[in-house]
């Protein structure tokens, strides 16, 4: 009699339970949120760098182009240099040439033109030497101006692989955001969409089965005690909890057929034990047992409909009490089987 007043008087609605379960939802959300959100930054940071280090070695290229084309130019002024030598010598040469001929002309004398002839066959050696010297030098200057413009082309092709490549990575950042505010949409209409559907299944559930004695609602999870379903150290469903799980079974397959199948939810049953230990060829511990009724339950409701990919059986023995007190009223709470709707 006093258990029973006990279980009367646990029927009262408790608030605090459920808002501490949607403040820790709404905290796991945010938390995979901000990891989503770091993982793309991540992911941006790793592309970044890729084109960073791209763009340094194009720079240390268009430097080494730019120092050689100097190098090029130092030695086009020097070329140029040499030829402006070698024209004021050949015009030095001509009119040394045109003296002499002058010379020659006003003397009659036969050793004055024999030297004077000797003159011009010398002046004439030099100047065909310088004449060599200076297309030499022409010949070396077209060829710089050649590879200066070959640089200058190359030059241009880095500048314009340069331009695109910040371009692409302008794009790719661009891309990267819009993916990140996409994903996080996305998400958010997930997380709605699943506790629009949660809060429907569970109101349903609450209609179907909240005046029975022993069950409650904690939050977003249907609680019922053990003793509904099973006798004291058995994971055996006793013939009172098969019209309660029937009606479970007959609400999860109206919500499979209305939920999305691109949505991915899954029903968690979890059986959960007292502290008194237990040690049977059957259970060696609660684990075993709390594991065991939490299988009969997921079995019985696929054997009457439900799709079994929508089913999880959990077992955690007597690790997750709701009341921590050594009486025998906090380990009749503590034996329970909980229901509970959540992302696959």
Known sequence: MALGRSRRGDRHIDYWPGFVDALSTLLLVFVFLLSVFVLAQFVLTQEIGTKDDAMARLQAQIRQLTDLLALERSNDADAESQIGTLRASLLRLEQERDTLRDAATALATPDQIAEAESRNSELARQLGQEKDAAAQAAAQIALLNQQIAALRRQMAALEEALDISEQKDKESQARLTDLGRRLNVALAQRVQELTR??????????????????????????????????????????????????EIAQSLVQLENEIPEDLAWVLRVDGHTDDRPIQTPQYPSNWELSAARAIAVVQYLAAHGVSPKHLVAAGFGEYQPLDAADTEEARARNRRIELKLTER
């Open 197 to 246: 559907y949660r809060s429907e299944f569970f109101g349903r559930l609450n209609r179907i089965l909240g005046n029975r004695p022993g069950i409650r609602v904690v939050g977003d999870r249907f609680v019922m005690q053990s003793e509904i379903f099973f006798d004291l150290a058995s994971a055996d469903l006793r013939a009172q909890a098969i019209p309660a799980l029937n």
